[in-house]
T-cell receptor
Framework: NAGVTQTPKFRVLKTGQSMTLLCAQD?????MYWYRQDPGMGLRLIHY???????AKGEVPDGYNVSRLKKQNFLLGLESAAPSQTSVYFC??????????FGPGTRLLVL | GENVEQHPSTLSVQEGDSAVIKCTYS??????FPWYKQELGKGPQLIID?????GEKKDQRIAVTLNKTAKHFSLHITETQPEDSAVYFC???????????FGKGTTLSVSS
């Protein structure tokens, strides 16, 4: 089992460009989450999903959109990237809301 | 909503010493408290967790204690080793919640 994988590992964007981050899990988990991690801020929840076809806002959803068309995939989109979105993005999945399994992260730099 | 405070933000110890990280939570109905370890360049990984009906749980050199009355829980690492150096996050799950609430993390440095 690969667990939770994230694509890409690293990306540089210019302000205003768009991109999609892909999270995939092979553990048949219902719950999936997107976090951003910034120095001194810990893990902040962006959006999450409790099942295929569902999404919900987290603590910092502005500027991001998500989709969960397939149970194993959770996509995070940035429609118009801003320098404030420079961060490390982590995806996680879980059977329920308890034990979360994290991916290796995507480092995003917005110039 | 739930709020989790974590202290200290940084902790430096000598190899072989013990390390303690403390978290407080605000929602008395929270019922699940995990601890995650994040090594440099990697995603967080669960190392131990405790539920509200248990006061203490141990796994080799690590232990977690929970004081429901005071609404705080702590991670204890004994006989620290250089490989324990990492960022540690505590979290709490509100009752019937759908997402963990994380503390801001503690950077532990173990020097040999």
């Amino acid at each position: 089992n690969a667990g939770v994988t994230q694509t890409p590992k690293f990306r540089v964007l210019k302000t205003g460009q768009s991109m999609t981050l892909l999270c995939a899990q092979d553990m048949n988990h219902e719950y999936m989450y997107w976090y951003r991690q910034d120095p001194g801020m810990g893990l902040r929840l962006i959006h999450y999903s409790v099942g295929e076809g569902t999404t919900a806002k987290g603590e910092v959803p502005d500027g991001y959109n998500v989709s969960r068309l397939k149970k194993q995939n959770f996509l995070l989109g940035l429609e118009s990237a801003a320098p404030s979105q420079t961060s490390v993005y982590f995806c996680a999945s879980a059977t329920g809301a308890e034990t979360q399994y994290f991916g290796p992260g995507t480092r995003l730099l917005v110039l | 909503g739930e709020n989790v405070e974590q202290h200290p933000s940084t902790l430096s110890v000598q190899e072989g010493d013990s390390a303690v990280i403390k978290c407080t939570y605000s929602d008395s109905a929270s019922n699940y408290f995990p601890w995650y370890k994040q090594e440099l360049g990697k995603g967080p990984q669960l190392i131990i967790d405790i539920r509200s009906n248990v006061g203490e749980k141990k796994d080799q050199r690590i232990a977690v204690t929970l004081n429901k009355t005071a609404k705080h829980f702590s991670l204890h690492i004994t006989e620290t080793q250089p490989e324990d150096s990492a960022v540690y996050f505590c979290a709490a799950l509100p009752w019937a919640g759908t997402a963990l609430i994380f503390g801001k993390g503690t950077t532990l440095s173990v020097s040999s």
